[in-house]
């Protein structure tokens, strides 16, 4: 039995861009308006399985309504660019599901569906349809229903005709009527003044339809009847303007929206480039295709592979192994670590290619007392090791005792700097792209969640015989490409080596006192007690401050306060409204110092007491360098870059944080103001340089400048207008997403914006250079050569181009400026390596870096490495770093 899914495309992104936080994945691409689409469309179809489906859009801003009536939808303000950008996209996606997708110059989607629900109930075809837009309820019928969002955008209301006679007292057809009446100000439709929903309910349960509450105005008495008399034109015209038209030419687009499901690999690849994780989970979707097991078969056919399974047993293969090593450099070593998290990884194996064979040893193996030579081949610095993700599989080692020297090359890092936005960076993903392929992706021979296994040991050992070999292969290629764009110094002068160090790091962790922060969680509990109780005095009743229902009846049923949005199960309390709501009762600030003091509980202090390990009294995160498209490093197991410090009780977490030895200090040293130094120096811009060079307070300096003041008539609102705008300008950003950082509207914005540029005149002329550069080369650098590649930037479609130009002109900045900490630290390594000092670097926060030092060192260091880091690489102007220092890490702040 056919059944029709029709989407309002337009206006479900609108709903989600505005009810989900913003999202970005690591190319910078806001991803909240897909995301949350996608989460609607996946629940409705489990919940509808439709036969066919379409999502529609409205091909442009004007259609036949503009006709008789020029100002329709003239009160819309511009589309934010967050999420134009994302419309490409999305559209994209939602060809990766396999679903129609249509649109038509001079009609709306609206128009589009009410066609096609037309034709379906000429048919008996039963339709659903779905959009975030109340108008579509005309459209309901015996065989339609209209799902209309609510909540975000993942939860709809069904309307029936029944249901909207339940709910407005109407027929489906007597919506137009309503909005006749009262307007509808989203699309700039004026009704009549006055009339809001209650009254036109009113008038339409007694006249019917809009012509009849005309055609009886003697009925009718006072300024409602005035306003009714004086704007007949105006209702009769706003009726026409909401009536769907159902009539657009739409021949055999039936046939057209038939669905035969998704293909996994295509929504999985969609997946991956949006970073959409869970989603990958949530439909158990492989992360990367990789090769099908009798390919993986057949290519293991060809290799000549040896299990050493017994060291002793097998001594003369292990000499052969070690003396094919010993004669050639050309071989690839896999080490197989299980797990993401590599301080809790299980190994498996470690498999070595030397050309003709390949050699795989189990773990017992490389333990075992007939291995000895192995594992000095393995720790020996002078022995090169060619791998992959080295920097994981050095640190599952280090726990399991072992040492891994002499890394030389490694393929995931390597591939990972040749194109930064690729997100497959497993080992067959990169094989594949090379063209190489027979290797399996892991979640094929392990399975994947709940289905996760080790296989049997036959089917392991091909795997990693092929990893082995595929690494071996892909070595002499990658380390070409990095030559061919020359990246090889930034390859081996500083990721390879900052990988050594990383690892270093973690394995060394930083000592966290239990009992500092089980302290600090019953401070929190005591003050969250009292700001309990103070929320129950002002509400005059006890109740569950974190259900949003419960919340939501005190707010707006027992005390009172305007509700700014509400939907069928109840009040929004979301951060947004309580935010709107503080001037109006004492007891909104309180809520929101509850939510603030609950999330350090739960997520920092609860998080980080779990993540202390038993037998080191320490946390140990894991650094990721293959994760930003800027080059940042990413924190994981725990998160250390996430800790809240703008709160005190937040800071107060630092305290826990302390020195492994005793007497000893933590120091910390961090960049001031990095990336507006950076942007000084690659923009050339006079005014700015000025500032650096003499040392002025930037913020202080731009406020003088644009708003035409001496600095000493600078105000705090002016410098934090500044401030927004000289952060903001390193990101790209737009007058919309200035208005919302400020309190302002976005033609305030937009003046501000344009204010700094006329003042900072270089900072315009460099971000006109290198979109032009980016055109005409097709990627952007930083100043030590990182890549990141643009091919949106010659699209034709406005807004991918306009998100790669934003890329263009931001990514050389925050690049450098991760590049530049990133120097520091290999700079800091070799120097305290080079003295022979004890002092350890521990953390790379941000743009700060944590130690751990005696107290003979702590002069020196006082003064080496705010030295080192500020000489990290020279600028046209003074990079400067800040250092302190005390007994625990929120005392060196």
Known sequence: MEKWMLIDGNSIAYRAFFALPPLTNSSGLHTNAIFGFTTMLLKMLEEHKPTHV?????????????????????????????????????????????????????????????????????????????????????????????????????????????AVKERYGLVPQQIIDLKGLMGDTSDNIPGVPGVGEKTALKLLHEFETVENVLDNLDKV??????????????????????????????????????????????????????????????????????????????????????????????????????????????????????????????????????????????????????????????????????????????????????????????????????????????????????????????????????????????????????????????????????????????????????????????????????????????????????????????????????????????????????????????????????????PYHAIIPLILNYRQLSKLQSTYVEGLLKEIREETGKVHTYYRQTIAATGRLSSQFPNLQNIPIRLEEGRQIRKAFLPSEPGWSILAADYSQIELRVLAHISGDEKLKEAFIHDMDIHTKTASDVFGVSADQVDANMRRSAKAVNFGIVYGISDFGLSQNLGITRKEAGQFIEQYFNVFKGVRKYMDDIVAQAKQDGYVTTLLDRRRYLPEIKSSNFNLRSFAERTAMNTPIQGTAADIIKLAMVQMDEALRERGMKSRMLLQVHDELVFEVPPEELETMKTLLPEVMSGALKLDVPLKADVSYGDNWYEAK
């Open 221 to 582: 008495k006072g300024k409602l009847k005035e306003n009714l008399e004086n704007n007949k034109e105006s209702a009769l015209m706003s009726k026409k303007l909401a009536t769907i038209f159902r009539e657009v030419p739409l021949e055999n687009k039936a046939e057209e929206i038939q669905y035969n499901g998704y293909d996994s690999g295509k929504l999985a690849e969609a997946f991956r480039k949006l970073e959409f994780k869970s989603l990958l989970e949530r439909l158990q979707l492989s992360s990367d295709s990789g090769a099908t097991e009798s390919e993986a078969q057949a290519a293991a056919a060809e290799l000549k592979v040896t299990v050493i399974a017994d060291a002793d047993g097998q001594a003369a293969e292990l000499d052969r192994l070690l003396s094919l090593l010993a004669a050639s450099d050309r071989h690839g070593i896999y080490i197989e670590a299980i797990g993401e998290n590599p301080h809790h990884a299980e190994l498996l194996g470690i498999s070595v290619s030397t050309g003709d064979d390949v050699f795989v040893l189990p773990m017992e193996t490389v333990n075992a007392a007939g291995a000895s030579l192995f594992r000095e081949w393995l720790a020996d610095e002078a022995k090169p090791k060619y791998g992959f993700d080295m920097h994981k599989a050095e640190l599952a080692l280090k726990w399991a005792g072992l040492s891994l020297g002499g890394t030389a090359f490694d393929v995931q890092l390597a591939a990972y700097l040749l194109d930064p936005t690729e997100s497959a960076l497993s080992l067959s993903a990169i094989n594949d792209r090379q063209g190489f392929g027979g290797v399996p992706a892991d979640d094929t021979v392990y399975g994947k969640g709940a289905k996760f296994k080790v296989p049997e040991e036959e089917t392991l050992y091909r795997h990693l015989a092929l990893k082995a070999d595929a690494v071996r292969k892909l070595v002499p290629v990658i380390t070409e490409e990095l030559s061919n764009r020359g990246m090889s110094k930034l390859y081996f002068e500083l990721e390879q080596p900052l990988s050594r160090i990383l690892a270093g790091m973690e394995h060394q962790g930083i000592k966290v006192e239990k009992g500092v922060l089980e302290e600090l969680g019953n401070g929190l509990e005591t003050k969250l007690a009292s700001i309990m109780s103070e929320i129950y005095s002002l509400a005059g009743t006890e109740f569950n401050i974190g259900s949003p229902k419960q919340l939501g009846e005190v707010l707006f049923e027992k005390l009172g306060l305007p509700a700014r949005k509400k939907t069928k199960t109840g009040y929004s309390t979301d951060a947004d409204v309580l935010e709107e709501l503080a």
């Open 54 to 162: 379409l999502v529609a859009f409205d091909a442009g801003k004007v259609t036949f309504r503009h006709e008789g009536y020029s100002e329709y939808k003239g009160g819309r303000q511009k589309t934010p660019p967050e999420l134009s950008e994302q419309f490409p996209v999305l559209k994209e996606l939602i060809a990766s599901f396999g679903i129609a997708q249509f649109e038509l110059d001079g009609y709306e989607a609206d128009d589009i569906i009410g066609t096609l629900t037309k034709q379906a109930d000429e048919r008996g075809i039963q339709a659903v349809v779905v959009s975030g837009d109340k108008d579509m309820l005309q459209l309901s019928s015996e065989g339609v229903t209209v799902a209309v969002t609510r909540k975000g955008v993942s939860e709809v209301d069904l309307y029936t005709p029944e």
